[in-house]
């Protein structure tokens, strides 16, 4: 048996997804939702989770399909995909969305904002390359589709 276990998950909601009507239906998109809007703090804060470890849904996703046909392995072992793109602080995302979308820039916290402390652990994220072939998004393009995502929820709201 082939398991996917993943970290932190952002990104898109699947298109038939319907808008969930307060701010913890966004699941871990909340997260991205109060570095446009601030932590529990307030404005000018970010958000309170600690764990640097982030995936894109849609690739959890995809390991899960793929798992599904790969092929067996020797001695009936179980097999855990450990699933992260990487390690993100919150600062580096921020300055990402300033770069990458100007417009939100008056959002994100400031530069003098501090971010929590953000633990990370050495993970092996190899075994879904090897046995699947399987690569990664970009770290950008999942905090973005976040971003979208929780910037569609927030109009909608409206």
Known sequence: MLLAIPSGIY??????????????????NQFIYML??????????????????????????KVHILALSAEPLPNKQQKRFILSEGVHKWPEVADMVRERRPELAPRMPGKDAIPPTQTEAPLD??????????????????????????????????
Request: aromatic residues 12%; glycine residues 8%; negative net charge.
């Open 125 to 158: 994220t190899s075994l879904a390359q090897k046995l699947l072939g399987f690569e990664y998004r970009q770290w950008q393009e999942m905090f973005l589709t976040g971003i979208d995502e929780c910037l569609k929820w927030e109009a909608s709201r409206v």
């Open 11 to 28: 990104g898109p909601f699947a298109n038939n997804f319907p808008r969930p009507s307060n701010i913890p239906g966004l699941s871990t």
């Open 36 to 61: 446009l809007n601030g932590g529990p703090e307030g404005p000018n804060t970010y958000p309170p989770i600690f764990v640097r470890h982030t995936v894109d849904v849609r690739d959890v996703a």
